[in-house]
T-cell receptor
Framework: EAGVAQSPRYKIIEKRQSVAFWCNPI?????LYWYQQILGQGPKLLIQ????????DSQLPKDRFSAERLKGVDSTLKIQPAKLEDSAVYLC????????????????FGPGTRLTVL | QKEVEQNSGPLSVPEGAIASLNCTYS??????FFWYRQYSGKSPELIMF????GDKEDGRFTAQLNKASQYVSLLIRDSQPSDSATYLC?????????????FGQGTILTVHP
């Protein structure tokens, strides 16, 4: 079974520029997540999709970040304009929607995109 | 108070010893608990999940959950240098399938030969 795919793996930009990340979840996984992981911290959820609908985007800085999941499969996360504090690894994860209390709750992570903002 | 708290370490144990990693959480409604391992420069990978009070064993790993104390732990028996990594505790806040997964800051484990 193929895992979660992400691209690019690395990106270096200057502040105020824009950047976009792409994610392809595991086949059949209806739930897709974008996390931000700053060095030395645990991943922080930015946005959660169920199919192509947003379930939770409470921690997404909506003035600069946007995300979409067209057709309920691939997803794109965009930052515009980038700030220095956006330097982090952006992780995409997917899961089969479970009812809680089962292995279908498990989230599987992609390799991440390391973003450096200069 | 953070929603999920872990001792950031580093925790250093000798090869062959038992490593004990601890995690506390604040939301009493949490129902799902996960331990992820993250090697430096890599993405998190699932080690174990636990939903019921008590112990759950998988090979050298044992997860322990005490909902009354809002405490979950991971024991690694016969620790190996390859176990050296950051261990992330994650708690599903909310009891529905849409509940948010919240991570602790991670505990750095070093197993020395």
């Amino acid at each position: 079974e193929a895992g979660v795919a992400q691209s690019p793996r690395y990106k270096i930009i200057e502040k105020r520029q824009s950047v976009a990340f792409w994610c392809n979840p595991i086949s059949g996984h209806a739930t897709l997540y974008w996390y931000q992981q700053i060095l030395g911290q645990g991943p922080k959820l930015l946005i959660q999709f169920q199919n192509n609908g947003v379930v939770d985007d409470s921690q997404l800085p909506k003035d600069r970040f946007s995300a979409e999941r067209l057709k309920g499969v691939d997803s794109t996360l965009k930052i515009q304009p980038a700030k220095l504090e956006d330097s982090a690894v952006y992780l995409c994860a997917s899961s089969f929607p479970g009812s809680g209390g089962s292995s279908t709750d498990t989230q599987y992570f992609g390799p991440g995109t390391r973003l450096t903002v200069l | 108070q953070k929603e999920v708290e872990q001792n950031s370490g580093p925790l250093s144990v000798p090869e062959g010893a038992i490593a004990s990693l601890n995690c506390t959480y604040s939301d009493r409604g949490s129902q799902s608990f996960f331990w992820y391992r993250q090697y430096s420069g890599k993405s998190p990978e699932l080690i174990m999940f636990i939903y019921s009070n008590g112990d759950k064993e998988d090979g050298r790993f044992t997860a322990q959950l005490n909902k009354a104390s809002q405490y979950v732990s991971l024991l690694i028996r016969d620790s190996q240098p390859s176990d050296s990594a950051t261990y992330l505790c994650a708690v599903k806040i909310g009891g529905t399938s849409y509940g948010k997964l919240t991570f602790g800051q991670g505990t750095i484990l070093t197993v020395h030969p």
